[in-house]
């Protein structure tokens, strides 16, 4: 005889703590560049540093654009959205023609 059972899981995931620790250290990382940046360091060093500053200005550009996306409601939401979105793309463009 064989008995068969069916278990179920409810998994439940609270992310907003590591969001949290995610955005402090992005904050600590940046403020350390700009310090860094302020020693009078040589110019590619200086200019490595303000391209991964400007990189991570530019990803908090798209996050903050696909959270518009998400919580966009009639036209001037979805053109905010769209504007946002657009000005990342330009971002990351320049970014790129600027390491070519």
Known sequence: MSTEE???????????Q???QIRRM????FRTLALINRLGLPEDISRAISVVQRLIMTVRMLHTAIL?????????GWALAGVG???SMVSLGELGMELS
């Open 68 to 76: 518009a996306f998400e919580a966009a409601t009639g036209p001037i």
């Open 85 to 87: 979105f657009i000005s």
């Open 26 to 29: 992005e904050t600590l990382l």
């Open 6 to 16: 069916t278990v179920t899981f409810n998994l439940e995931l609270n992310v907003e």
């Open 18 to 20: 590591a969001i949290s």
